[in-house]
């Protein structure tokens, strides 16, 4: 999946889907990841998924945002998502 | 601009018909107790919570058109707030977020977006987000997260960080080497900033003294400004303004009290008298 390269030539235009822990399984298959059995998220190819600012490891519990149009993870802590508006969108 | 401009201007206006429909025919249309927040960058925002398994099927479908183009992404429920509000804290300070970007240490840089957005939840009244904010912040930058917050909020960035940014710009050197030099001064004042106490909520009578003789002992620092918050820290400042009236070669040269998101806060501003000044 690509990166959300759209989303940092436009900043205006985008939005995010909200969703509560019930949904968060659809949400991943949606891009096509899942949960390992151990409940760690997983790509496609089985490989880990770690929130791409901090690097903590993913569980359902702490699945804060996916960024628009991409596979970009980030978990629950609300500062990490300051690392998408510093290197993807444009000012 | 409403929910039917921001689908025309993506690119989605096929979907009007339907959602029109849609909106006729449910008497329960309502913008509240939402589940999808569009265009939320600070200028607008909609949110919506499908009524009816129908319009789930709509909204899903706005869903994978808009995900499909890159514009749409998933946030948990209790982090739509914040980034809400760091859209917005970010339409607002474009001129500042522009003039720090990579000048600082990305890192910082961060802080500062997540400082801002503190203070306009906080300048809005909103103490529980502002207050859940600083708690993340302060996890994930647990050394200088604070200070960066306080530096934001003493408009330091906007004032003295402002004008030594400036001087370095006005010089005229080449932006690689102008990066290279506010990095390295930014980065000696987040360590140590001389012209400033913020009062944390553990320190003590001793401790401002501590910090003040530091300051006023080094021979070029003639003022500096301490900051307490939170009417627990009233008593403090009392006492503080008492030991600078009873010092020799120091006084106080401002006094001011405000409030912050109800909180009490005092800035005392003292100042070094260079002939009378003798060692705290």
Redesign the interface.
């Known amino acids: 999946m690509?990166k959300?390269?759209?989303?940092k030539e436009?900043?205006?235009?985008?939005?995010?889907?909200?969703?509560?822990?019930e949904q968060v399984q659809e949400?991943v298959e949606?891009i096509g990841f899942h949960f390992s059995k151990s409940g760690y998220l997983r790509t496609k190819n089985n490989e880990s998924k770690n929130c791409d600012c901090?690097g903590h490891s993913i569980k359902k519990g702490n699945?804060?945002?996916?960024?628009?149009?991409?596979d970009i993870v980030y978990c629950?802590?609300?500062?990490?998502?300051?690392?998408y508006?510093?290197k993807y969108?444009k000012? | 601009m409403g929910l039917p401009d921001t689908l025309k201007k993506l690119g989605l206006g096929d979907l009007l018909n339907i959602l029109k429909i849609n909106v006729d025919n449910s008497k329960n249309f309502h913008f509240k107790d939402t589940t999808i927040n569009i265009n939320i960058t600070g200028r607008d925002q909609i949110e919506y919570t499908p009524p009816n398994t129908v319009e789930y099927e709509l909204v899903r479908n706005i869903h994978e058109k808009l995900y499909k183009k890159g514009v749409s992404g998933f946030v948990r429920k209790d982090l739509v707030m914040p980034r809400i509000g760091m859209m917005a804290t970010r339409a607002k300070n474009k001129e500042i977020f522009k003039k720090y970007k990579e000048r600082i240490d990305e890192k910082y840089y961060r802080a500062m977006i997540a400082s801002y957005t503190i203070i306009n939840f906080e300048n809005n009244g909103d103490y529980t987000t502002s207050n859940e904010l600083f708690t993340d912040m302060v996890r994930k930058f647990p050394i200088f997260g604070r200070h960066i917050y306080n530096f934001c909020r003493s408009g330091l960035m906007e004032g003295f960080f402002w004008n030594k940014l400036g001087d370095i710009i006005y010089q005229g050197a080449e932006e690689d080497i102008i990066r290279e030099n506010f990095k390295k001064i930014f980065e000696d004042y987040v360590d140590f900033y001389p012209h400033a106490i913020w009062v944390n909520p553990i320190m003590s009578f001793q401790d401002i003294i501590n910090e003040i003789a530091i300051r006023f002992n080094i021979n070029e620092i003639i003022w500096l400004d301490i900051y307490f918050r939170g009417k627990d820290k009233e008593e403090l400042a009392d006492c503080i303004i008492e030991f600078i009236e009873n010092h020799e070669g120091i006084h106080l040269d401002s006094n001011e009290t405000y409030t912050i998101c109800n909180s009490f806060c005092r800035k005392l501003g003292i100042r070094k008298d260079f002939n009378k000044f003798q060692n705290i």
């Not at chain 1, 699945?63 to 991409?70: A, C, V």
């Not at chain 1, 629950?76 to 690392?83: L, Q, R, V």
């Open positions: 690509k959300s390269k759209d989303a436009d900043n205006i235009d985008f939005g995010f889907i909200s969703f509560d822990e949400i949606k901090c699945l804060g945002s996916i960024l628009p149009g991409s629950d802590n609300a500062i990490c998502y300051t690392e508006m510093d969108l000012l």
